[in-house]
């Protein structure tokens, strides 16, 4: 069965604190996975693509990894605009997708 | 702002009714998707239009159906409405069929009572 699962499903840094959320995800063929930013009451926004085991792509203090069962989304020295619920989604060979239900981060001054 | 148009916000309608949920892609984009976000179940993928065609099926109900018209907008239509169907509604599109990145719209809110 294609899933999706996310960990922590929360998590309290300071300012400057950098940790990593987790996706690990069991999928038939995976044609891309997607790491999503969502702010309370809005419609998810797009962060990153990766389509193949070992790529990783950056945006500013945002690191995205893949590995063949798992992505990490690395912070690095978070800000309290950083706070958000982060969501990872996975593409199937059929084309559906699948979302995780997040990490709900929340980013202390 | 996504470029991503839906109407209404919000809906609040009774049991056993019928609704149209409208959505408009961004400017060039082909394809378009319907997700449901529930509180206890996250977003679920509901299906996916590409240029009029369907082109993947997620876990959408019978009762629910959609379309893509010549000008590229989409419709969801949802009928025989139960309490469990309240939840945030997104439609997202990209350029093309995929796995492209999505631009997601506000949402519509529909209540159902």
């Known amino acids: 069965e294609d899933q999706v699962t996310q960990s922590p499903e929360a998590l309290r840094l300071q300012e400057g604190e950098s940790s990593s959320l987790n996706c690990s995800y069991t999928?038939?063929?995976?044609?891309?996975l997607f790491w999503y930013r969502q702010d309370p009451g809005k419609g998810p926004e797009f962060l990153f693509t990766l389509y193949s085991a070992g790529e990783e792509k950056e945006k500013e203090r945002l690191k995205a990894t893949l590995t063949k069962k798992e992505s990490f989304l690395h912070i690095t020295a978070p800000k309290p605009e950083d706070s958000a619920t982060y969501l990872c989604?996975?593409?199937?060979?059929?084309?559906?997708?699948?979302f995780g239900t997040g990490t709900s981060l929340t980013v202390i001054p | 702002d996504s470029g991503v148009t839906q109407t209404p916000k919000h809906l609040i309608t009774a049991t056993g009714q019928r609704v149209t949920l409208r959505c408009s892609p961004r400017s060039g984009d082909l394809s378009v998707y319907w997700y449901q976000q529930s509180l206890d179940q996250g977003l679920q993928f509901l299906i996916q239009?590409?240029?009029?065609?369907?082109?993947a099926k997620g876990n959408i109900l019978e009762r629910f159906s959609a379309q893509q018209f010549p000008d590229l907008h989409s419709e969801l239509n949802l009928s025989s409405l139960e309490l469990g169907d309240s939840a945030l509604y997104f439609c997202?599109?990209?350029?093309?069929?995929?796995?492209?990145?999505?631009?997601f719209g506000p949402g519509t809110r529909l209540t159902v009572t």
């Open positions: 997202a599109s990209s350029s093309d069929e995929g796995p492209y990145e999505q631009y």
């Open positions: 239009y590409y240029n009029g065609e369907e082109r």
């Open positions: 999928v038939s063929g995976l044609r891309g």
């Open positions: 989604a996975v593409q199937a060979s059929g084309n559906q997708f699948y």
